[in-house]
């Protein structure tokens, strides 16, 4: 008996409300009228139905766009990002080798001294070579590096920690011209180490697919003397010249 007294008070608030809402709707909008009226408002807006879809023309593609090409843009928020600046190369002591030595007090001043102003010629002359780039079509400016070793297959399960697995190398090549063209060039281990001979391979594989319109190349990298500043990179670079 309960549960239908309930019931009943139930439904009589229904009633209840149904009539405020009535006598609402004569004087003034009442709360539900506004929720209707919304429901309503998709009907009597007719949209065509064939109108082509224009991607390209909406605002957060537009915004991505301008954020990939380095350009301002103002992000969904609204804040007005600037366009992109160079970045120096890093040189603090967190991957120099110099830079660790003087930290460690076993390079002199002076040594240092010098070691800062090479960092700044270098970082002068990317910046040269990628205006440059910009402009003339038969000069590319790239930089490139090998990336850190992969390992297949890929995996966050603890026991395959102590697995043996296979190693892959990625070495990629990132024009300094727009709109930035990528290479990479992959191998595993079962096809070649690591070494000056495969940073050459994928170097000279690279040069190959180069336009013929293009006479100077500039190509900068982290100078590693196992992989890029070595008698077998410069042999390869005379060969392509000659
Ligand atoms: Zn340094």
Not at 5 to 11: D, E, H, I, N, P
Not at 71 to 93: E, F, N, V
Not at 172 to 177: D, F, G, K, Q
């Amino acid at each position: 008996m309960e549960s239908r007294g309930k019931r009943l008070v139930a439904l009589c608030k229904n009633v209840n409300v149904q009539m405020l809402s009535e006598e609402e709707a004569s004087n003034h909008k009442s709360p539900q009228n506004d929720s209707s009226s919304t429901d309503d408002e998709p009907l009597t807006v007719k949209r065509n139905r064939w109108t082509k879809s224009q991607p390209e023309k909406w605002k957060k593609n537009v915004m991505k766009e301008k954020r990939s090409m380095g350009q301002p843009y103002r992000s969904t928020k609204g804040i007005l990002r600037p366009a992109k600046t160079p970045k120096p190369a890093r040189c603090d002591g967190y991957q120099c080798e110099v830079c660790n030595k003087f930290k460690n007090k076993s390079l002199s001043q002076e040594d240092y001294k010098q070691h800062l102003q090479r960092r700044d010629q270098a970082n002068a002359a990317k910046a040269n070579d990628k205006i440059r780039a910009n402009e003339d079509t038969t000069f590319i400016s790239v930089s490139f590096d090998l990336q850190s070793v992969l390992h297949i297959p890929s995996s966050q399960v603890s026991m395959m920690y102590y697995s043996l697995k296979l190693c892959a190398y990625n070495l990629t090549i990132y024009e300094a011209a727009l709109p930035n063209k990528a290479f990479c060039y992959a191998w595993s281990e079962v096809n070649g180490q690591r070494g000056s001979s495969e940073i050459g391979s994928a170097l000279y594989k690279w040069i190959e697919t180069i336009p013929t319109n293009v006479k100077e190349i500039s190509l900068f990298s982290d100078t590693c003397s196992g992989q890029n500043r070595n008698q077998y990179i410069a042999a390869l670079f005379l060969y392509i010249v000659q």
